[in-house]
């Protein structure tokens, strides 16, 4: 069984993102276990000199490194991600590791038409930088808009074209999730080179 990370891309305790990832975890049970992780524990990034990350953070990048992929579902705020995501990441690029090469599927809902896109594609330029380096599935963006009345009381999606969608984009996921196990040759020149950047030495 493919074993996934569904990350909340958002401190919000009130969250259609939370949503989606609980019920993709749910709809897609037969082809993969997701479990779920919350980013809102996190503490804020301080760049500590001795290198030390947080225990809650190194308990979640182990998560994510021996996982087969990670789902990040965002929210987009003033055409971003989150900072509480933004602070994740920063943790999860500073002396650890766990993205990299690792495949990432995008999702996003918003309460509005677009979908969070713009914050998608902030958060591929974010996961691509040096030090996150993670392989990033291309066009294959959901964006859940009307997020607020997407859902039914039982947290199914109501709209049978999304699902659909939904379905087509995660079967997709699984495909990359196997086609990036054979590219696994540089994987370890990338850890390096991602341990070893620095934009002060940039």
Same mark, same amino acid.
């Given at each position: 069984?493919?074993?996934?990370?569904g990350?909340?891309?958002?401190?919000?305790?009130?969250?259609?993102?939370r949503?989606?990832?609980?019920?993709?975890?749910?709809?897609?049970?037969?082809?993969?276990?997701?479990?779920?992780?919350?980013?809102?524990?996190?503490?804020?990034?301080?760049?500590?000199?001795?290198?030390?990350?947080?225990?809650?953070?190194?308990?979640?990048?182990?998560?994510?490194?021996?996982?087969?992929?990670v789902?990040?579902s965002?929210?987009?705020?003033?055409?971003?991600?989150?900072?509480?995501?933004?602070?994740?990441?920063s943790?999860?690029?500073?002396?650890?590791?766990?993205?990299?090469?690792?495949?990432?599927?995008?999702?996003?809902? @918003?309460?509005?038409? %677009?979908?969070? +896109?713009?914050?998608?594609?902030?958060?591929?330029?974010? *996961?691509?930088? &040096? /030090?996150?380096?993670?392989?990033?599935?291309?066009? @294959?963006?959901?964006? %859940?808009?009307? +997020?607020?009345?997407?859902?039914?009381?039982?947290?199914? *999606?109501?709209? &049978? /074209?999304?699902?659909?969608q939904?379905?087509?984009?995660?079967?997709?996921? %699984?495909?990359?999730?196997?086609?990036?196990?054979?590219?696994?040759?540089?994987?370890?020149?990338?850890?390096?080179?991602?341990e070893?950047?620095s934009?002060?030495?940039?």
């Amino acid at each position: 069984m493919v074993k996934l990370i569904g990350l909340v891309g958002t401190n919000s305790d009130q969250s259609t993102n939370r949503q989606l990832l609980q019920y993709m975890a749910k709809h897609f049970v037969d082809k993969a276990e997701i479990e779920v992780l919350e980013i809102k524990e996190i503490p804020i990034f301080n760049k500590p000199a001795d290198m030390k990350v947080p225990e809650i953070v190194q308990a979640m990048a182990k998560k994510i490194e021996v996982a087969d992929g990670v789902i990040i579902s965002t929210p987009e705020y003033d055409h971003a991600v989150p900072a509480s995501l933004l602070n994740a990441l920063s943790w999860f690029s500073y002396g650890i590791y766990p993205f990299v090469d690792k495949p990432v599927m995008i999702t996003g809902a @918003s309460y509005g038409t %677009l979908g969070s +896109s713009r914050a998608q594609m902030h958060l591929r330029q974010i *996961l691509d930088a &040096p /030090e996150l380096k993670a392989r990033i599935m291309p066009s @294959s963006e959901f964006l %859940l808009s009307h +997020s607020l009345q997407a859902f039914d009381d039982e947290n199914q *999606l109501k709209d &049978p /074209e999304q699902v659909e969608q939904l379905e087509g984009l995660f079967t997709d996921f %699984l495909l990359f999730v196997e086609m990036m196990k054979n590219l696994t040759h540089a994987h370890e020149s990338n850890k390096k080179a991602a341990e070893n950047f620095s934009w002060e030495e940039a």
